[in-house]
């Protein structure tokens, strides 16, 4: 008797249709990687065979005998490859439940019998993607990671991140669009913005390696060490990012003096050097204030004079960089065309971007008023 708990085989769906004969030249066909010859000539081979089966599929015609024939020869085909497959699996240690086993290995019902554990060393298998997808991932990661903390961006878009070796590449790009699905309870349009970065294929080495991911505040997407700089000072050519109106990004070119713990972006390197050396200087805080502010804190300062205005001229003369005071405005919602705003608005702001450079426009406002200021703390 036969068991009925074996697997099917090509044979067994193939033979009682074709016959053995035209199963053995369909075993023939799936050794090559093509079906061989034209469908006449294929025809013409299967009539030259004698004995072989003549009714298939309640046909005599070639074609049908044909179509049979070359449907067996494929499904051969993809049980080799199959059986090829479990055998290397199985030769780097791979372990896996094959059913045919299991129904081949059990008499009885119910038994259950598990497949043996593989012995030697572990596989060593590669990670999952090529090359360049990988890299693609880890950068994007990275970028995506810095835009989140840094920048106000619309969660309804897509934003994503491309590779180039161009220079000339860099930058960012904005589209926009009204989404009429976004809404289920209601029929109103949602306008996204969808955020396009472009960054350098070795991003992570040229900008995240020299630690420029963000400085100031802002996305550096490219940075180009240059000669030539005094001592403890480093100048790059750069491309970063900047916070518009609303969930507007742009991009600006020009230059990043970097040294004794602060920054300074610019058009020109000498512009840029000399906006470092002024805010260095600057930042000699009046130590008197410095001691109010340390043991009373900003809060009591901020609900004692609220008439008391930071100015952007506040933030310039403190050494803080246009590109940076314009962006970081935007990112909090302060009126960067006004030119000025009140003491618990930008303290509140500087709450939600804590940045070293907006601290020290608000210690510049404070010490126009020292005398009011250390007054009310005394």
């Known amino acids: 008797m036969q068991n009925d708990t074996r697997l099917e085989t090509p044979f067994d769906r193939h033979a009682p249709v074709i016959g053995k004969r ?5 075993l023939e066909w799936s050794r090559t990687p093509e079906l061989p010859g034209t ?26 005998a044909r179509e049979a024939v070359e449907a067996a020869a494929m499904d051969i085909e993809r049980e080799r490859r199959e059986r090829n497959k479990r055998r290397a699996e199985m030769a780097i240690g791979v372990c896996r439940i094959d059913p045919y086993w299991l129904k081949r290995k059990q008499p009885r ?14 596989a060593v298998t590669l990670p999952q993607g090529d090359l360049e997808t990988r890299l693609h991932e880890r950068v ?5 990671k810095e835009l989140y903390d840094g920048y106000r961006v619309n969660g309804a878009g897509v934003d994503t991140v491309h590779l180039t070796r161009d220079p000339a590449q860099v930058g960012v790009r904005q589209s ?10 209601v029929q109103y349009p949602k306008k996204v913005t969808h955020t396009r970065i472009t960054v350098p294929r070795d991003w992570r080495v040229r900008v995240g390696g020299a630690g420029l991911s963000q400085v100031g505040g802002m996305l550096t997407l490219d940075a180009q060490r240059l000669e030539g700089a005094p001592d403890r000072i480093t100048v790059y050519a750069a491309v970063w990012l900047h916070q518009g109106r609303g969930y507007d990004l742009g991009h600006r070119r020009g230059y990043i003096a970097v040294g004794l713990g602060d920054n300074y972006h610019a058009d020109t390197v000498d512009k840029a050097m000399a906006g470092l050396r002024r805010k260095i200087g ?13 043991h ?23 050494g803080s960089c246009e590109y940076g005071i314009q962006s970081w405005c935007h990112r909090t919602g302060l009126p960067y065309e006004k030119g000025e705003a009140p003491l618990a608005d930008v303290y509140q702001a500087y709450q939600k971007a804590p940045l070293p450079e907006a601290r020290a426009a608000i210690l510049r406002a404070l010490r126009r008023q020292k ?3 250390l007054k009310t703390v005394a």
């Not at 035209?22 to 369909?26: H, K, Q």
């Not at 009373?296 to 403190?318: S, Y």
Request: proline residues 3%; aromatic residues 4%.
């Open 282 to 294: 600057l930042k000699k805080a009046d130590a008197d204030l410095a001691n109010a502010l340390e």
């Open 39 to 64: 469908q006449k000539e294929r025809e013409d081979r299967i009539q030259s065979i004698r004995s072989r089966k003549q009714v298939i599929h309640g046909s005599r015609s070639k074609k049908a």
């Open 296 to 318: 009373h804190g900003i809060e009591g300062i901020v609900q004692n004079h609220p008439d008391i205005t930071v100015t952007v001229q506040d933030a310039r003369n403190t």
């Open 371 to 373: 005398k009011a200021v």
């Open 176 to 185: 926009e669009e009204l989404d009429l699905k976004y809404y289920k309870r």
């Open 22 to 26: 035209l199963f053995r030249l369909a």
């Open 140 to 144: 994007e990661a990275s970028v995506l």
């Open 109 to 122: 019902e119910g038994r259950r019998m598990l497949a043996k554990p593989p012995r030697g060393r572990d």
